[in-house]
């Protein structure tokens, strides 16, 4: 699976942005999907998954009520809507891909995107 993640910026804080990670070589509708993002100096840590049908959703508390991640099967992507943000969510976002179901978990994802930028200003 090769993951593609595009739509950071450069944002002002309470602004919003949307990120998208686009899918390819394996059937993307069987693989739950996540959101990670990794700050300089610390850890990378998880923000939101989708599983494969989109019943299910989980998000970290930090952006629970400002993030929504979505999925749309027909054209393998998945989205995140990032709302009200704040200078703490500078990071560079990744996207995962799970064929074992949807998990906080980095060591669940498989398949990883190559990142894309986040800054919000404060």
């Known amino acids: 699976v090769q993951l593609q993640a595009s739509g950071g910026g450069l944002v002002q804080a309470g602004g919003s942005l949307r990120l998208s990670c686009a899918a390819s070589?394996?059937?993307?509708?069987?693989?739950?999907m996540g959101w990670f993002r990794q700050a300089p100096g610390k850890e990378r840590e998880f923000v939101a998954a989708?599983?494969?049908?989109?019943?299910?959703?989980f998000y970290a508390d930090s952006v629970k009520g400002r993030f929504t991640i979505s999925r749309d099967n027909a054209k393998n992507t998945v989205y995140l809507q990032m709302n009200t943000l704040e200078p703490e969510d500078t990071a560079l976002y990744y996207c995962?891909?799970?064929?074992?179901?949807?998990?906080?978990?980095?060591?669940?994802?498989?398949?990883w995107g190559q990142g894309t930028l986040v800054t919000v200003s404060s």
């Open positions: 995962a891909a799970s064929a074992y179901g949807i998990s906080r978990s980095l060591v669940s994802y498989d398949y």
């Open positions: 070589g394996r059937t993307f509708g069987s693989l739950a």
């Open positions: 989708v599983s494969w049908s989109a019943y299910s959703k």
